[in-house]
Every structure is written in structure tokens, then in C-alpha cells.
């Protein structure tokens, strides 16, 4: 099974909004970093986050971490339609060598 | 710097067939990633190499294997191809601390179609 499970599952909102996604894991991780990937591409890195670490900011990305909860959200402010995407979370396997993806949310922002 | 580029982008085959995939990471990049993406399983991890070696597999038959060659090119096979293989194939390349962190740049995939 996966390592990561993201939630919403799809998420449609207007653009300007706010959009946040939620991700959940199953055991200890080092980091956990996610990714975005527009329609039938390859996945882009967006950000990492330590397990030392409770909140990182890039840009509009905001990426928090709750290790006693096993889970971390990632929030775009002021959302554009080219935010359109998914996103996913990954944590690296503890056998190491290996990074496990979540299901995704799909994320759609209308103009 | 060029990123990962994955040939071919698409492709057709029909049941029973063998398919061929070839992966060029970033240079620099010793360890190549590879992952199976359909819409019902999601991402599914295939194999890593680092070079040449193979250092985890995930949970594939022996259908589907993998190489990688002293430049850090990597290609990945799969034999009596199957309609459930029908996916989005990714590769990405990571540098040695990316392959310790999780950090991974990927291609823009090779999309089998299986008839």
C-alpha cells in the first residue's frame, strides 16, 4: 500500500482562492517532500520538508508537518488557473532507495 | 543542464509483444528511478539503479526489468506485454544526496498503450 494518502481526493475552486491538501503516512519518515504534475507529464518537485521541521514556505506554497499525526498539508495562496494540476506527497521508504507516492488531489482552478 | 529525457514519449503495442524503454538522467546523476502511473494504482514504484546496480525493486513480475549502463542511461523492458500494462512510465534521476532525501527529477514519461 502506499505510504502517502492524500485528501481531498479533487478539489475545484475559483481562482484567487486558497487551496489546501492534506496528506497522511503511515511510519517515520526523514523528510517528506511534494510534487506537482500538470496533465500527463512528469512530476515537478515543489518542496521538502525535514522531520525536524513544522512549516516551510516557498513562494505561495506553504507546507506544514505534524509528525505525532503523521501528516503534512501543503496550502497555495491566491490560487491561478495554472495552478491546475496534482499533487502529490512522497515520503522515502525506510528501506531507503525508494519514494513512495500518495494517491494525488487533483486540483482544479477555474478562471 | 538538460533534464531527464525519456524515448520514446508513445507508443502501441499489442499483447504478447515486448517493449523497450530508455531513460538519459541529468548529468551528474548516478541513480535512475523508474515508475509505472495508471489512473486506478496510482504511482507505482518499478526499480532504482545506481551504478549499474540495482539497489530496490518493487512488487512487479519478472516481466518487467531494468538495466542501467556505465554512462547512467537506463533502459527498462517489459515482456508478453499485457492490456493491464497500459501506463504512464516515468523516470527520474536523483543525485547521490537527492537518492538519500527522496528528491527526485523526473521525464516527461513514455505512454504504452497496450491493444
Known amino acids: 500500500s502506499q505510504q502517502g494518502e492524500e485528501d481531498p481526493q479533487a478539489l475545484s475552486i475559483q481562482e484567487g482562492e486558497n487551496a489546501t491538501m492534506n496528506c497522511s503516512y503511515k511510519t517515520s519518515i526523514n523528510n517528506l517532500q511534494w510534487y506537482r504534475q500538470n496533465s500527463g507529464r512528469g512530476l515537478v518537485h515543489l518542496i521538502l520538508?525535514?522531520?525536524?521541521?513544522r512549516e516551510k514556505h516557498s513562494g505561495r506554497l506553504r507546507v506544514t508537518l505534524d509528525t505525532s499525526k503523521k501528516s503534512s498539508s501543503l496550502l497555495i495562496t491566491a490560487s491561478r488557473a495554472a495552478d491546475t494540476a496534482s499533487y502529490f506527497c512522497?515520503?522515502?521508504?525506510?528501506?531507503?532507495?525508494?519514494?513512495?507516492f500518495g494517491a494525488g488531489t487533483r486540483l482544479f482552478v477555474k478562471a | 543542464k538538460a533534464g531527464v529525457t525519456q524515448t520514446p514519449r508513445y507508443l502501441i503495442k499489442t499483447r504478447g509483444q515486448q517493449v523497450t524503454l530508455s531513460c538519459s538522467p541529468i548529468?551528474?546523476?548516478?541513480?535512475v528511478s523508474w515508475y509505472q502511473q495508471t489512473p486506478g494504482q496510482g504511482l507505482q514504484f518499478l526499480f532504482e539503479?545506481?551504478?549499474?546496480?540495482?539497489?530496490n525493486k518493487g512488487n512487479f513480475p519478472g516481466r518487467f526489468s531494468g538495466r542501467q549502463f556505465s554512462n547512467s542511461r537506463s533502459e527498462m523492458n517489459v515482456s508478453t506485454l499485457e492490456l493491464g500494462d497500459s501506463a504512464l512510465y516515468l523516470c527520474?534521476?536523483?543525485?547521490?544526496?537527492?537518492?538519500?532525501?527522496?528528491?527526485?527529477?523526473f521525464g516527461e514519461g513514455s505512454r504504452l498503450t497496450v491493444l
Open positions: 539503479y545506481f551504478s549499474e546496480t540495482q539497489r
Open positions: 512522497a515520503t522515502l521508504d525506510t528501506g531507503g532507495f525508494k519514494t513512495i
Open positions: 520538508i525535514r522531520s525536524n521541521e
Open positions: 527520474a534521476s536523483s543525485s547521490e544526496r537527492g537518492a538519500v532525501t527522496g528528491e527526485l527529477f
Open positions: 548529468s551528474g546523476h548516478r541513480s
